[in-house]
């Protein structure tokens, strides 16, 4: 399984202080993808990334939150002011250049927000 | 934007015993993917299905596509203690292929 890591796997901070989360998906990666599951609840899609573009993003992703690939590796999800409400687990997900369609997940950041 | 529910909700059956999801919708999908979370773990990808009155199986676990298109089930016969998690249905939808997941469905097998 194409492996997609991320850092880092649990980040403490404060209400109001901004987080960087951290991915790294492998070099052939081509769609890359922000996910989040608040504890016992389903996953739910935050945004999709392609060609260095954001392709597309759900209303969960507001002017809070931004993603960007710098160096044409890791994989950054921003969150300029933390609130309590953004305490979840963060997954990172990206789909191969080979033509496959399965979406690999990295293991995720716990995002605790005090 | 398209939803699918997933029942049940949790499952607790006894090693051995089967144990079945189902992921329906209200409209017709283009297709649908079964995920498998471990607990404390993230979204391990098991398959697609696309075709109408689809059928496939991977060992143990056997899963389906409806006819209609509007639903789907992942069965697995005589589960096991490794088979502990929770399952989710997904569709992908969108230019950017996002995954919309179901609810849902949390399995616990007890010895």
């Known amino acids: 399984e194409p492996e997609v890591t991320q850092t880092p796997s649990h980040q403490v901070t404060q209400m109001g202080q901004e987080v960087i989360l951290r991915c790294v998906p492998i070099s052939n990666h081509l769609y890359f993808y922000w996910y989040r599951q608040i504890l016992g609840q389903k996953v739910e899609f935050l945004v999709s990334?392609?060609?260095?573009?954001?392709?597309?993003k759900s209303e969960i992703f507001d002017d809070q939150f931004s993603v960007e690939r710098p160096d044409g590796s890791n994989f950054t999800l921003k969150i300029r002011s933390t609130k309590l409400e953004d305490s979840a687990m963060y997954f990172c997900a990206a789909v191969p250049g080979t033509g496959g369609y399965e979406q690999y997940f990295g293991p995720g950041t716990r995002l605790t927000v005090t | 934007g398209q939803q699918v529910m997933q029942i049940p909700q949790y499952q607790h059956v006894q090693e051995g015993e089967d144990f079945t999801t189902y992921c329906n919708s209200s409209t017709t999908l283009s297709n649908i993917q079964w995920y498998k979370q471990r607990p404390g773990g993230h979204p391990v990808f098991l398959i697609q299905l696309v075709k109408s009155g689809e059928v496939k199986k991977q060992k143990r676990l056997t899963f389906q596509f409806g006819e209609a298109k509007k639903n789907s089930s992942l069965h697995i016969t005589a589960t096991q203690t490794t088979d502990v998690g929770t399952y989710f249905c997904?569709?992908?939808?969108?230019?950017?292929?996002?995954?919309?997941f179901g609810t849902g469905t949390q399995l616990k097998v007890e010895l």
């Open positions: 997904a569709l992908v939808t969108g230019g950017g292929n996002k995954l919309t």
């Open positions: 990334f392609y060609n260095n573009e954001i392709s597309e």
